[in-house]
């Protein structure tokens, strides 16, 4: 089946420690994007790739990085000077960034705790 | 992006349509009308958009008024796994903010056996 993978659908980590999200893609998407969603709050971006080896800041980007090596891969690492880390991550992909249709799909997510 | 406004919740019976308001009255001539819903802890799920003709998919219609300053997403026949939180989006299609969807905070949609 094709879609957005996320894993560990469930995170902990202690303060001051880096982490890494995975999200992985088999939809031969182009664009991947990074959400980071509060409770009772809208979604806001963290990072956006259109395309392998490029990415771009989002509105809320302090505090995390983000590599696009493969295609089918855009990790996200929520590091130490990220000062509210605790939320849940939505990662999406879009076929092509700048068509019409281009609706996002999304993964499960995964809810981050650092205690 | 234009903002949106909606109300923050909303209850249907279940088996009756389910009208869902927005407002977006800042919007520009090339800004599209997008409706996603998530449902509890899960990823958002798109359901449907417009620029201003109305629209039917076999989830929803989407009512666009001729002014554009406001649309109605339609459930026709909701049911209890209807019950989310729905998003209005305005966003520029080919614009210098390529992707990004501006999410509010959504009405709660509750349908009620």
């Known amino acids: 089946d094709g879609g957005i993978t996320q894993s560990p659908k469930y995170l902990f980590r202690k303060e001051g420690q880096n982490v890494t999200l995975s999200c992985e893609q088999n939809?031969?998407?182009?664009?991947m994007y990074w959400y980071r969603q509060d409770p009772g709050q809208g979604l806001r971006l963290i990072y956006y790739?259109?395309?392998?080896?490029?990415?771009q800041k989002g509105d809320i980007a302090e505090g995390y990085s983000v590599s696009r090596e493969k295609k089918e891969s855009f990790p996200l690492t929520v590091t130490s000077a990220q000062k509210n880390p605790t939320a849940f991550y939505l990662c999406a992909s879009s076929m092509e960034d700048r068509g019409w249709n281009n609706e996002q799909f999304f993964g499960p997510g995964t809810r981050l705790t650092v205690l | 992006d234009a903002k949106t406004t909606q109300p923050t919740s909303m209850d249907c019976a279940e088996g009756r349509a389910a009208n869902l308001p927005c407002n977006h009255s800042?919007?520009?001539?090339?800004?599209?009308v997008y409706w996603y819903r998530q449902i509890h802890s899960q990823g958002p799920q798109y359901i449907i958009h417009g620029l201003k003709n109305n629209e039917t998919n076999e989830m929803a219609s989407l009512i666009i008024t001729e002014d554009r300053k406001s649309s109605t997403l339609i459930l026709p026949h909701a049911t209890l796994r209807d019950t989310a939180v729905y998003y209005c989006i305005v966003r520029v299609w080919g614009g210098t903010s390529y992707g990004k969807l501006t999410f509010g905070q959504g009405t709660i949609l509750t349908v009620h056996p």
């Open positions: 939809l031969n998407h182009d664009a």
């Open positions: 800042t919007i520009s001539g090339n800004e599209y």
């Open positions: 790739s259109q395309i392998v080896n490029d990415f």
